[in-house]
């Protein structure tokens, strides 16, 4: 098993200015790790080695691998979370295999911030739960953990605070103005006949992706008010026999999304949730899915191959580090497309039905 690793990183990034401190401190921690990896006591040839501790110093190695590939091709911000996320792994693997060594039990792998990884270590699970959302149990850094536990005290209103009464004046009719409902992290209603207009507010990290889901087999049109940063308003969303899990960038420059929802029914319930881009799921070589979604690729400028099973067209667009529309890399209907991947980088596929994509 290769143990050469270290040595410095080489800066490969066009968007300095601002970020460079933090780039350095990254930069620095990838190489501490590294160096660390180095002078690790551990051989996998040494009398008593086990299966699980050479599977954990792999995992280190791996990590510490992955942390320089995403650091030194870092063009995007999400780039350095990717670095900082396997810089993660490869401590955690690190430690487990120090635990071996120790004949202790592996320690409990504690994920990065929930809200957002450049806030470090999570330091506990917390129970939280977006507006109208359900709740369910995150890993939060210490200062989100205070945050969220100030956010749950009770407001009193202060004097010259309490609401107005507006009188109508005498002989008028009465105005009929619907309810403005405030942005929301997380939207829920049922079918949908496009009179609405829904409200999706934007998260504090950037860039986000938004989750459509619903509980049942059903066929829903999505409609951006704007169309800024992307290739169209209009996203056709379909489970193909199963129930919808889409996921739609949100770009940055705004914030709330404004939507409306084309339900084939109105019985069927529907979620709609911004989330970071840790649950955009990441791939090398292959990966497969059902209907409109946001993949990470991670392998390299080359051949690819899309394959589709589904109605209608099915398009695989590049987007920038804003997740805003960049090319259109491949389209087609039904049957095997070839294309050239231009890079590593977030890709949106639009489709209704079963596809999978792979490099060649």
Same mark, same amino acid.
């Given at each position: 098993?290769?143990?050469?690793?270290?040595?410095?990183?080489?800066?490969?990034?066009?968007?300095?200015?601002?970020?460079?401190?933090?780039?350095?401190?990254?930069?620095?921690?990838?190489?501490?790790?590294?160096?660390?990896?180095?002078?690790?006591?551990?051989?996998?040839?040494?009398?008593?080695?086990?299966?699980?501790?050479?599977?954990?110093?792999?995992?280190?190695?791996?990590?510490?691998?992955?942390?320089?590939?995403?650091?030194?091709?870092?063009?995007?911000?999400?780039?350095?979370?990717?670095?900082?996320?396997?810089?993660?792994?490869?401590?955690?693997?690190?430690?487990?295999?120090?635990?071996?060594?120790?004949?202790?039990?592996?320690?409990?792998?504690?994920?990065?911030?929930?809200?957002?990884?450049?806030?470090?270590?999570?330091?506990?699970?917390?129970?939280?739960?977006?507006?109208?959302?359900?709740?369910?149990?995150?890993?939060?850094?210490?200062?989100?953990?205070?945050?969220?536990?100030?956010?749950?005290?009770?407001?009193?209103?202060?004097?010259?605070?309490? *609401?107005?009464?507006?009188?109508?004046?005498?002989?008028?009719?009465?105005?009929?103005?619907?309810?403005?409902?405030?942005?929301?992290?997380?939207?829920?209603?049922?079918?949908?006949?496009?009179?609405?207009?829904?409200?999706?507010?934007?998260? *504090?990290?950037?860039?986000?992706?938004?989750?459509?889901?619903?509980?049942?087999?059903?066929?829903?049109?999505?409609?951006?008010?704007?169309?800024?940063?992307?290739?169209?308003?209009?996203?056709?969303?379909?489970?193909?026999?199963?129930?919808?899990?889409?996921?739609?960038?949100?770009?940055?420059?705004?914030?709330?999304?404004?939507?409306?929802?084309?339900?084939?029914?109105?019985?069927?319930?529907?979620?709609?949730?911004?989330?970071?881009?840790?649950?955009?799921?990441?791939?090398?070589?292959?990966?497969?899915?059902?209907?409109?979604?946001?993949?990470?690729?991670?392998?390299?400028?080359?051949?690819?191959?899309?394959?589709?099973?589904?109605?209608?067209?099915?398009?695989?667009?590049?987007?920038?580090?804003?997740?805003?529309?960049?090319?259109?890399?491949?389209?087609?209907?039904?049957?095997?497309?070839?294309?050239?991947?231009?890079?590593?980088?977030?890709?949106?596929?639009?489709?209704?039905?079963?596809?999978?994509?792979?490099?060649?």
């Amino acid at each position: 098993m290769r143990r050469g690793v270290g040595g410095g990183l080489r800066r490969l990034w066009p968007w300095r200015g601002r970020d460079a401190s933090a780039l350095a401190e990254i930069e620095a921690e990838i190489t501490a790790f590294g160096e660390a990896l180095n002078v690790h006591s551990f051989s996998p040839g040494r009398p008593g080695a086990t299966d699980e501790m050479r599977a954990e110093l792999a995992r280190a190695l791996d990590a510490y691998e992955q942390a320089k590939r995403d650091f030194t091709g870092a063009r995007t911000r999400a780039d350095t979370l990717d670095a900082l996320r396997a810089l993660d792994e490869g401590r955690h693997a690190l430690a487990c295999l120090d635990a071996l060594l120790a004949g202790r039990r592996p320690p409990e792998h504690m994920s990065l911030c929930f809200f957002d990884a450049r806030h470090g270590q999570a330091s506990k699970q917390v129970s939280w739960a977006p507006p109208g959302g359900v709740a369910r149990n995150i890993a939060v850094c210490a200062a989100d953990a205070v945050r969220l536990a100030e956010s749950r005290s009770p407001v009193t209103p202060q004097p010259g605070q309490e *609401s107005r009464v507006r009188v109508q004046p005498r002989g008028s009719k009465p105005r009929t103005t619907p309810p403005v409902r405030a942005p929301q992290p997380q939207v829920s209603g049922k079918g949908g006949s496009g009179e609405q207009t829904h409200q999706l507010a934007m998260p *504090s990290y950037r860039p986000a992706v938004m989750v459509f889901s619903t509980n049942g087999q059903t066929r829903v049109h999505l409609r951006f008010e704007g169309r800024k940063g992307r290739s169209s308003r209009l996203y056709r969303l379909s489970g193909d026999g199963t129930p919808i899990t889409a996921r739609i960038p949100l770009p940055e420059g705004n914030k709330a999304i404004a939507f409306r929802v084309f339900a084939a029914g109105d019985r069927e319930a529907w979620t709609a949730t911004a989330v970071p881009l840790r649950e955009v799921p990441c791939f090398h070589d292959e990966i497969n899915g059902t209907g409109s979604d946001v993949v990470h690729y991670r392998g390299e400028p080359g051949p690819g191959a899309l394959h589709y099973a589904g109605p209608s067209l099915i398009q695989l667009e590049a987007l920038d580090d804003c997740l805003a529309y960049g090319v259109t890399v491949a389209e087609g209907r039904a049957g095997e497309h070839t294309f050239q991947w231009p890079g590593r980088g977030y890709y949106q596929v639009r489709s209704a039905g079963a596809w999978s994509l792979s490099a060649t």
